[in-house]
C-alpha cells in the first residue's frame, strides 16, 4: 500500500480494505483505515493510492490518537477514472463536416487541449483508431470536464473510459465494453 508514494503497508489495519468496483456510469467506491506516525495530516482529494499494481484516487480525516502519538485515518476510496473529472474541459463544439471528423479525431483534440491546460500526458492502451470511426457532432457546454466528454463519446461504442495508472504525469487510458450482459460488475475486493 502506498499513498502518493509513501509505503503505509505496516500501518494498515487488517482486513480494513474493501472496495466495489463498478463498469457503469458511477465510480467505483471503496475505504481503507491505516494508522501512522508518519502521515500526520487529512489526505487531499485525488491522491493517489496504489494497491499492488492497482491504482485509485483517496482522501482521508485523521484524528490524533494521544495513547500511540500517531494519526488514525478514514480514507476513502474512489475509482481512479474519477481523476479525469479533475479537467475542465469547458465549452466545446465538434462537426461532422471540415477535418477531423471521426471521433477518434475528435478525442485526441480533446485530450491535447487538456494536455496543454494541465500539462498532463496520456498514453492509451487501447487503439481508439479503429473502434472510434464514426463521425458524430458533440457539443460541451461550460463546466464539462474531461470525464464528461471522455463519457460521452465512447457511450456511443458501448464503452466505459477507465484510467488504469497514474504515475509521472502520465495517465494511462483504457476502455471496457459495456455490452447488455455486463453493465454493474459489483464484485467486492478485500485485501488483507
Known amino acids: 500500500f502506498k499513498i502518493n508514494g509513501i509505503d503505509i503497508s505496516n500501518d494498515v489495519i487488517v482486513g480494513s480494505f474493501n472496495y466495489m468496483t463498478r463498469i457503469d456510469d458511477v465510480y467505483g467506491q471503496g475505504s481503507l483505515q491505516f494508522e ?40 476513502s476510496v474512489i475509482e ?11 465549452t ?4 461532422n463536416t471540415g477535418t477531423n471528423r471521426n471521433d477518434w479525431e475528435k478525442v485526441n483534440i480533446i485530450l491535447e487541449l487538456i494536455k496543454q491546460k494541465y500539462n498532463i500526458n496520456f498514453s492509451w492502451l487501447t487503439d ?7 463521425q458524430n457532432e458533440y457539443q460541451f457546454g461550460a463546466g464539462t470536464t474531461l470525464f464528461d466528454a471522455l463519457d460521452e463519446i465512447c457511450t456511443r461504442y458501448n464503452y466505459r473510459i477507465v484510467v488504469k495508472k497514474y504515475a509521472n504525469n502520465i495517465i ?10 455486463n453493465l454493474v460488475d459489483t464484485s467486492e475486493l478485500s485485501m488483507l
Open 92 to 95: 466545446k463544439a465538434f462537426s
Open 80 to 90: 481512479i477514472t474519477s481523476l479525469l473529472s479533475r479537467y475542465l474541459l469547458g
Open 36 to 75: 501512522s506516525k508518519t502521515i500526520t495530516e487529512n489526505i487531499p482529494p485525488y491522491s493517489i493510492l496504489q494497491v499492488n499494481d492497482d491504482y485509485y484516487c483517496c482522501s482521508s480525516e485523521a484524528t490524533y490518537h494521544f495513547g500511540n502519538k500517531s494519526w488514525f485515518h478514514n480514507v
Open 128 to 134: 481508439i483508431n479503429t473502434l472510434f470511426t464514426s
Open 172 to 181: 494511462n487510458l483504457d476502455l471496457i465494453n459495456i455490452s447488455a450482459n
